[in-house]
C-alpha cells in the first residue's frame, strides 16, 4: 500500500503565498512522477503542476509563472509554492503519484486539501 498525505491547505487573501506539502509512504519502488492537481466543485480535476523523477516539470496554463512545484527525492515529498494567488485559484487540491511497484505502474491521490483565496 501506498499513502499520500497532503498538508499546506488553508485560507489566502488575494495576493497572497501558500505552499503545499505532500509526502508519500509505503511500499514503493521507484516514484516516476507526483503533481498537484485541483478541482471545483461541478468542473473537471485539472492539472496544476507535475515534477517528473528526471527533475522535467509542466504546469497548467492558468499558474505558469505562479506556481513552482520542485521535489525532494530523498524524501519522496512534493511541494507546490503557489505565489500572487487569485480567487479563481480556490479549489480542493490534490497531490498525486505514479509508483512503480513490483514491475507494475500505480497511479495513487492523496484526500486533497482546500485552498481558498479571499477577493
Known amino acids: 500500500q501506498v499513502q499520500l498525505v497532503e498538508s499546506g491547505g488553508g485560507l489566502v487573501q488575494a495576493g497572497g503565498s501558500l505552499r503545499l506539502s505532500c509526502a508519500a509512504s509505503?511500499?514503493?519502488?521507484?516514484?516516476?512522477?507526483m503533481g498537484w492537481y485541483r478541482q471545483v466543485s461541478g468542473n473537471q480535476r485539472e492539472l496544476v503542476a507535475l515534477?517528473?523523477?528526471?527533475?522535467?516539470?509542466n504546469y497548467g496554463d492558468s499558474v505558469k509563472g505562479r506556481f513552482t512545484i520542485s521535489s525532494d527525492n530523498a524524501k519522496n515529498t512534493v511541494l507546490l509554492q503557489m505565489n500572487s494567488l487569485k480567487p479563481e485559484d480556490t479549489a480542493v487540491y490534490y497531490c498525486s503519484a505514479n509508483i512503480g511497484r513490483r514491475g507494475y505502474n500505480f497511479q495513487y491521490w492523496g484526500e486533497g486539501t482546500q485552498v481558498t483565496v479571499s477577493s
Open positions: 509505503g511500499s514503493i519502488d521507484v516514484i516516476n512522477a
Open positions: 515534477i517528473r523523477s528526471g527533475g522535467s516539470a
